[in-house]
């Protein structure tokens, strides 16, 4: 189960607003997948190690050599607010 | 004339075209028509005119690309609003190997808001229909893709499936779907869902197209240290039986409940043709199937929350304004994700958070251990696992989208594949009722030419004519 004060908490960690009339179905519905999520408790996994990843990786690095990137006005192009090279966004204080 | 050109698959058209019997351009004009007049919404863009493409072994036959895929100057919007318009500086490797070979973009596909969903009805842009019965959906989350390929507006798609999302929607429009061996096609600039799950792959009209297409997608891409080289050439299959095959069928998860009689007729009938083909067909057990889907729903939706984190209206996309920096954040991101987005960032957000992550992520990883070690013994003594690819047929619009658990249970079958990186195919296996139903056929890693073989030599006996479901030519 998990209650308002515990989806606002949650919420507040992905950065996402959520309506004061959202919460109510939100935390719901998410109750609902967590209890289903919840019957992999049945599982004895003692000595099972995690698998974080599937596949076996052992070539990932490179030389390291300086190559071209994207050009800062091409990289900057789909942003909604630039200003002098850089992204530009509101005040963390507020205005 | 569009008729002929209609009924040759990708393989035959390229190979008219490099024998000079069929002009790329009246290949490009006859799909681009087709995709243009789409009814489905299918697509979210079509391109004008052909672009300038290089000669090559796909020889100008055009590909469909799903939305969640970088294509530069191109919208590539992931089925978001808050990608509404964005136009990427950049082109993901797997579409740029594809017009290497010789492939142009035909257009961009709908699909579930960045992958996430099973009925393609997560879209911001509005839900696809199944070109089999309009009411229905076409699955998902590649459903642009697999209905495109379906109705014959587009000779081939490139999907990506990261819990079944290019096999389920392949087997609810009646074609064929490939999820690779996870790191055999780079993830580079597919817009990412579940990094430790996503990969790309073709959705086809049959499995040798799939066989042609699938060897261009493959490689090794510096740009993605997950990738890797695949160890063989992609072959086009050839393999007309199935002798000295074992097929190993997990009896239990497909006797359970909610799988549809129509569906297991179906798979029965598969499992008959394959042993008049040579087949034997064992009985094996993956007793730790029905967890997998709840570790999915822990991983994937973990992996997300983290992904989606770029999504903060300062680099690209949707920005509603604000008094201050936080408040951006958050108001953007409560305007421009959809729903099941949402469900999903604070699922996974819930399940990484200090005091649950042990009880949830940690717990997920052990039992995607035990899920991957289970496929592997069976493989010990089997060639292949098979399994109807989606427990129902195509159901319809709107039918489960007040319930988002019945949806994930659509993905059953394909889950425990998705956890254990190994490669699956879905092919149809008949019609019930009218409907399209798929039978997957999942190997170890690295096994894609075995099972395009197996595929191959199933379709054959099999003869299945999605031809009926070609909007009218």
């Not at chain 1, 939100?26 to 408790?41: R, V, Y």
């Not at chain 2, 990094?195 to 042609?212: E, H, I, K, M």
């Not at chain 2, 200090?354 to 940690?362: E, K, L, M, Q, R």
């Not at chain 2, 159901?395 to 889950?415: C, K, N, Q, V």
Request: proline share 6%.
């Amino acid at each position: 189960m998990i209650d308002r004060d515990e989806l606002l908490h949650v919420a507040r960690l992905a950065r996402l607003a959520l309506r004061d009339d959202e919460l109510d179905s939100t935390a719901a519905e998410l109750s609902t997948i967590l209890d289903h999520i919840a019957t992999f408790d049945e599982l004895d996994l003692g000595g099972v190690e995690p698998t974080a990843h599937v596949g076996d990786v052992d070539d990932s690095l490179r030389t390291d050599e300086v190559r071209a990137s994207l050009p800062r006005d091409v990289a900057l192009a789909p942003a909604p607010a630039v200003r002098d090279d850089g992204f530009l966004v509101p005040s963390p204080q507020g205005e | 004339m569009s008729e002929e050109l209609q009924a040759l698959s990708a393989a035959d058209a390229a190979a008219a075209i490099a024998k000079g019997d069929l002009g790329r351009g009246e290949l490009f004009e006859h799909y681009r028509a087709r995709a243009a007049s789409d009814e489905l919404n299918a697509f979210t863009w079509v391109a004008e005119s052909m672009p300038d493409s290089v000669d090559g072994p796909l020889g100008g036959v055009p590909i469909a690309v799903k939305d969640l895929f970088c294509t530069e100057g191109i919208p590539s919007q992931a089925g978001s609003k808050i990608l509404a318009g964005y136009c990427p500086p950049y082109t993901a490797t797997a579409v740029a190997n594809l017009e290497a070979a010789g492939a142009p973009i035909l257009g961009k596909t709908n699909q579930d808001e960045f992958a996430m969903g099973s009925s393609n009805e997560n879209s911001a842009y509005g839900p696809v229909q199944n070109p089999w019965d309009r009411s229905r959906v076409p699955g998902g989350s590649s459903g642009g893709s697999a209905a495109a390929v379906a109705a014959g507006l587009a000779p081939w798609a490139l999907g990506t499936d990261t819990g079944g999302s290019i096999r389920q929607p392949a087997a609810l429009c009646g074609i064929v779907g490939l999820k690779p061996t996870y790191g055999a096609v780079s993830r580079y600039g597919m817009i990412a869902f579940a990094s430790s799950l996503d990969s790309a792959g073709p959705l086809t009209r049959n499995v040798t197209d799939a066989a042609l297409f699938y060897r261009h997608l493959v490689g090794r891409d510096s740009a993605d240290a997950t990738s890797v080289s695949f160890p063989e050439p992609i072959a086009l299959p050839t393999s007309e039986r199935l002798d000295g095959i074992t097929l190993a069928v997990p009896a239990a998860l497909v006797d359970g409940d909610g799988i549809e009689a129509g569906v297991r007729d179906s798979f029965e009938a598969a499992l008959e043709s394959a042993r008049g083909l040579g087949a034997t067909v064992v009985s094996c057990e993956i007793p730790s199937a029905p967890y997998a889907l709840s570790a999915y729903y822990v991983i994937a939706p973990a992996e997300a929350s983290s992904n989606l984190a770029r999504f903060d209206g300062v680099r690209y996309g949707l920005r509603v304004d604000a008094t201050n920096l936080d408040a951006m954040y958050t108001e953007t991101r409560h305007d421009g994700f959809g729903d099941e987005v949402k469900r999903r960032i604070l699922i996974g957000t819930y399940a990484l958070s200090s005091g649950y992550y042990d009880a949830y992520y940690g717990r997920a990883q052990r039992v995607r251990t035990v899920v991957a070690s289970e496929l592997s013994a069976i493989f010990q003594t089997a060639d292949f696992i098979v399994t109807p690819t989606s427990p129902t047929v195509a159901f319809g619009l709107g039918e489960r989208t007040a319930d988002p658990l019945a949806m994930y249970l659509s993905d059953l079958f394909t889950i425990p594949m998705s956890l254990a990186g190994t490669p699956a195919i879905s092919i149809p296996s008949g019609l019930s009722d009218g409907l399209p139903v798929g039978l997957q056929i999942c190997g170890p890693a690295f096994s894609e030419n075995r099972i395009l073989g197996a595929a191959h030599a199933l379709e054959r006996a099999i003869g299945f004519d999605g031809s009926s479901a070609w909007s009218a030519l």
